[in-house]
């Protein structure tokens, strides 16, 4: 049942500002609502329905997957658009597995942000022509979809010392190893993950349910 509400949250009011514009092309009567972090969207959500929530999954003091788990929960049926800088290749299929209906990139032009809109109004799933090809790739080469079966295993235990708060003179001494090659496998990891931070890969690891007494 069409409420003719909408949900647009993004830290940034320009984004806000510009996803309300193009609502409003497909949607002109419709009443567009604003937040700029999880609390905000949980407190949106538990009062209102939406016809479909545009969520950007990296807003400060937020829990993406905990948010969108808590909308889902509460509104079983929610329409969630992800419009993010996060990588698509990356971050979009764990997200439609929790229950999104389309993950597009910040960098779609208008045309295919509208496209995006209108099928998941719809109750569609909307997945980018370059995520299409990825997926089609993947599937040839059987390729799994979580991205920490590609470190080595030396990766593996140095992202586990850095998420468990190690510093790099204990990660030495732990695992005996040079600074400089601590660093090395780092930015090799960073790369395979296209991650930029340790909040990133914290990101990741809950995303995908990584379990770091396993590592």
Known sequence: MRSDKFL??????????????????????????????????????????????????????????????????????????????????????????????GYLDKESNAEEIKKAISNVLTGHLYVSPNLKKHFYEDMMAKRTDNPFEKLSNREIQIAKYLLLGYSHAEIKKTLNLHSSTIGTHRLRFFEKLKI???????ELVKLYEVDLSKL
């Open 196 to 202: 930029k931070n340790l909040f990133e890969l914290g």
């Open 8 to 101: 647009v949250a993004d830290d940034h009011a320009i984004v806000r500002a510009g996803l309300k514009t193009l609502m409003k092309d497909i949607q002109p009567f419709a009443q567009g609502d604003e937040a700029v972090n999880g609390n905000q969207v949980i407190d949106l959500v538990k009062k209102n329905n939406y016809d479909i929530i545009i969520l950007d999954v990296n807003m400060p003091e937020t829990d993406c997957i905990a948010m969108i788990s808590n909308i889902l929960a509460y509104k079983e049926k929610s329409r969630i658009l992800i419009f993010s800088m996060k990588s698509e290749e990356l971050y979009a299929k764990r997200f439609l597995k929790l229950g999104v209906l």
